[in-house]
């Protein structure tokens, strides 16, 4: 039996136009770290301001938080994030087979885009007074391919890829007892052992990738992620270290 985590509070809405903008009314309100969870969403995003699609049953999610610390800091949370989910998947299906994270933000499952997640920070000054950690999981249903922009990964569901039939609010009892998890590694020990945590469920790692920024296009070898969080890419002009960018493969 999955327990509900210690210094969490938890609220359930039925419908709100997003829980990342709902994270951010609230943020001053807060005691502590709070996760917001919402049936439908009217207004859900995804990375760069493009529309999330997020079917009723699947998991929308935002934890809102003081994080403490700088921006940089603040980032490599997006990968805590990410290792929670793949936790989560595993303690509610029992398996992990066809499980990794991709590069910066996303779980795949058996080669498809089974969760999303997005950071949102505000604050005055150079820390960081609030972080929001968005998190979309497809467990009931996935959008249609051509709901996807072209070259992305197809999405799937945990229930077409899996049998799991399991509902959000389950599933983000796991989730938050995950993200428990490794956010005291991490409050403790640094990003190393997330970062070395995250390379072992790493997809395409030592294999050719595409990295595309706003501005330019790089293809090379995987190499790994650098002390920050940043893709290491070796191409055939040399080595190139990303702090953002949309890979394909």
């Given amino acids: 039996m999955i327990s509900w985590p210690a210094g969490y509070g938890c609220r359930v809405l039925d ?7 709902e994270a951010r009314r609230i943020a001053d309100t807060l005691s502590g770290p709070e996760w917001i969870m919402a049936h439908r969403q009217t207004r859900a995003r995804g990375r760069r301001g493009r529309a999330w699609i997020a079917p009723e049953g699947n998991l929308s999610a935002t934890l809102i938080l003081r994080p403490g610390g700088g921006p940089e800091k603040a980032a490599q949370r997006s990968f805590v994030g990410a290792l929670a989910v793949h936790d989560a998947v ?24 089974l969760a999303g997640i997005l950071l949102e920070s505000f604050g005055a000054g150079a820390d960081v007074s609030y972080l929001a950690i968005g998190i979309g ?21 945990l229930l077409s890829e899996t049998g799991a039939d399991v509902d959000p609010e389950t599933f983000l009892t796991a989730l938050a007892a995950a993200y428990d998890h490794y956010e005291t590694h991490f ?8 970062r070395a945590a995250w390379l072992q469920r790493a997809a395409k790692l030592g294999q050719p990738i595409t990295a595309r920024t706003g501005t330019s296009e790089f293809t090379g070898t995987f190499q790994s992620i650098d002390e920050a969080g940043n893709l290491v890419l070796m191409t055939p002009r040399g080595q190139v270290i990303l702090p953002a960018a949309d890979i394909y493969f």
Wanted: with cysteine.
């Fill in 187 to 194: 409050v403790t020990y640094g990003f190393d052992p997330i």
């Fill in 15 to 21: 419908e709100v136009d997003s829980t990342l903008d």
């Fill in 137 to 157: 999981v497809n467990l009931r249903e996935a959008p249609p391919a051509d709901a996807v922009e072209e070259g992305a990964l197809r999405p799937v569901s």
């Fill in 90 to 113: 595993v303690a509610v299906t029992g398996r992990a087979e066809g499980l990794a994270c991709k590069w910066p933000n996303d779980v795949l499952l058996n080669g498809g885009k």
